[in-house]
């Protein structure tokens, strides 16, 4: 396929190109783009408070250490692995996903990132970045804060791809710089890394897992559209350095500001985490006045860089259930109305004010759906046996496999070893669990989104077998 774009980089034109396969003419990038692409929107608060949940599950600091690269390693060998996949196909994760989903089925996986990903993970990021803004800002009203940041990451993700590169790319300098300062700064407070001595000496199990579920929520959440950002790669473009360069991008930059956030919040929290209103604020008062400003700075253009990919793949995931909208630039019009509905979310979390809770529960739901997900859609790939993918997810067939095992999967795992304040899995309370002298049952480990994947795999193997259009 060729193309007369004569300029195919250019950052300032609106891109129209949707879900369709980018043609050859349009092919640009390289593998190392990758690193700052997915460094960039993983260096601000929301990733910072994920490794400070740690500490609010009870773990000690080197516990969390522990827990925290568990789940980011194995969200980023799948992460590594489905970018991959773009250059090759030149289409988004979620038109991909058809080929182990089938034609309706696939459904399912695109609607669920779009809630997930352009409206849940949307409103996350923007709350955090209009904390940010507002304790930048003297004076500055709350609401006033989250329309610019608002404005700010819907005009980007608006024109696309190309500005988006370029965005995530030159932001990953300056926020690069700022974070390394702020690893130091943290790593050096008094007691950063210190365990208390009456800390009991059972290992946390239940902490362990929800503390690398949430994790494992946060980073892997970002695969259901890693080829998104690779599509536009030549076809030639080299799988190995490719890989390596987006799995370390997700993996060094989540793993090394989690590790901040539990250091951090191990002297900041004083045996009051769940009690913090505006984590925020906190985190940045360790800091001296001048640096601070410049702290809450960058996590405004961390929540920003978060956001653009979030709802400009959003967006791209409601177009790959297959809706025919009858114009040429639904995906910058999608853009718009996925950062409008994410807007009101976003204002019911700023009025909530109970921050911690909210995201706790959000990043494991997170892990939840996107763990059997990737599952399915690594073990087609490599029952396919190098058959072309592309050509398969544009003419997809009316396959159940795949979405019945995805369904099987999330359902039981849910049921069984679900760990949440609102249920509680009957098979983990089997496995492992302490009662109160009220009758309460706590400290039961989160196994959903381990057991979900397994399932996953292999109830997708078994049903491929029987049905004839998975093949």
């Not at 949307?122 to 304790?135: C, D, M, Q, R």
């Not at 006033?144 to 965005?167: D, E, P, R, S, T």
């Not at 400003?293 to 961390?302: D, S």
Request: glycine share 12%; net charge neutral.
């Amino acid at each position: 396929m060729t193309t007369t774009n004569k300029n195919p980089a250019s950052a300032g034109a609106i891109e129209t190109n949707d879900v369709a396969p980018i043609p050859s003419g349009e092919r640009h990038g390289k593998p190392w783009h990758l690193f700052t692409v997915w460094s960039s929107p993983n260096l601000e608060f929301a990733t910072v408070f994920v490794g400070a949940l740690a500490i609010g599950f009870g773990l000690n600091v080197w516990q969390g250490i522990l827990a925290i690269v568990v789940g980011n390693g194995l969200a980023g060998i799948t992460h590594g692995i489905l970018s991959t996949w773009g250059p090759e196909a030149g289409l988004p994760q979620m038109v991909l996903g058809r080929n182990a989903f089938g034609k309706w089925g696939n459904l399912i996986p695109s609607g669920l990132s779009t809630l997930v990903a352009g409206i849940g993970w949307f409103a996350v990021n923007t709350v955090s970045g209009t904390f940010a803004l507002e304790a930048l800002v003297p004076g500055l009203n709350i609401f006033a804060a989250l329309a610019v940041i608002i404005l700010a990451q819907v005009g980007v993700a608006f024109v696309g791809h190309n500005l988006i590169q370029k965005w995530e790319r030159y932001a990953s300098y300056f926020l690069a710089v700022v974070w390394l300062v702020v690893v130091y700064l943290v790593f050096t407070l008094p007691g950063a890394f210190s365990v208390a001595s009456a800390a009991s000496a059972d290992f946390p199990w239940a902490g362990f897992t929800l503390t690398a579920g949430a994790a494992y929520g946060y980073t892997a959440g970002w695969t259901a559209f890693a080829s998104d950002y690779t599509r536009y790669l030549p076809a030639n473009t080299d799988k190995r350095a490719l890989g390596w360069a987006a799995g370390l991008g997700n993996f060094v930059s989540t793993s090394l500001i989690m590790i901040v956030g539990a250091a951090a919040f191990n002297v900041l929290a004083k045996g009051n985490f769940w009690g913090i209103e505006n984590p925020t604020a906190t985190f940045t008062g360790i800091f001296p006045p001048a640096f601070a400003a410049i702290v809450l700075l960058a996590i405004v253009i961390g929540s920003v860089s978060a956001n653009i990919l979030n709802v400009y793949s959003g967006a791209m995931s409601f177009l790959a259930m297959g809706f025919k909208l009858g114009f040429k630039s639904r995906r910058a019009i999608m853009v718009a109305l996925a950062g409008l509905v994410g807007g009101l979310i976003s204002y019911l979390g700023v009025v909530n004010g109970d921050v911690a809770h909210q995201l706790d529960s959000f990043l494991l739901v997170v892990s939840y759906w996107v763990s059997p997900w990737i599952a399915v859609v690594l073990t087609e790939r490599i029952l396919s046996k190098g058959k072309d993918a592309g050509a398969r997810a544009l003419a997809p067939k009316n396959s159940w496999a795949g979405a019945t095992a995805f369904v099987i999967a999330t359902t039981f795992s849910i049921w069984g070893f679900c760990s949440q304040v609102m249920y509680t899995g009957p098979l983990g309370i089997a496995l492992h669990h302490v009662t109160l002298d009220n009758g309460a049952i706590v400290d039961v480990p989160d196994l959903t989104a381990l057991v979900g994947f397994v399932l996953a795999a292999g109830l997708y193997a078994a049903f491929r077998n029987v049905d004839k259009n998975a093949k």
